[in-house]
């Protein structure tokens, strides 16, 4: 059993930067892989990074490729999301998950823990 707990949200100007956290409970999370997701109002959930277990594979979906970076300290039981460059379109509420099973996964139905979220507020 794993919980997680987001952090780090909140209004920034675009062209601005956040860092997300997740931190997580349970000595398990060190074999988990992990994502970060986001739903903006009206629209549905979707896949945002995804880091392995070690930390040596990530993924993101191409609109933030170049701007956002995925990572993780296990020893610390924390994920990260470095969020720079962000415009507008990038308003939602954040939820990082995690799931013991596999890689990298992009799909939400591939992870069974989920944080509670926070926002990010991009203002023009």
């Known amino acids: 059993q794993v919980q997680l707990v987001e952090s780090g949200g909140g209004l920034v100007q675009a062209g601005g930067s956040l860092r997300l956290s997740c931190a997580a409970s349970?000595?398990?999370?060190?074999?988990?892989?992990m994502a970060w997701f986001r739903q903006a109002p009206g629209k549905e959930r979707e896949f945002v990074a995804g880091?392995?277990?070690?930390?040596?594979?990530?993924y993101y979906t191409d609109s933030v490729k170049g701007r956002f970076t995925i990572s993780r300290d296990n020893a610390k039981n924390t994920g990260y999301l470095q969020m720079n460059s962000l415009n507008p379109e990038d308003t939602a509420v954040y939820y990082c998950?995690?799931?013991?099973?596999?890689?990298?996964?992009?799909?939400?139905?591939?992870?069974?823990?989920w944080g509670q979220g926070t926002q990010v507020t991009v203002s023009s």
């Open positions: 998950a995690a799931d013991g099973r596999g890689a990298v996964g992009t799909r939400s139905d591939e992870y069974d823990y």
């Open positions: 349970g000595r398990t999370f060190s074999s988990y892989r």
């Open positions: 880091i392995s277990w070690s930390g040596s594979r990530t």
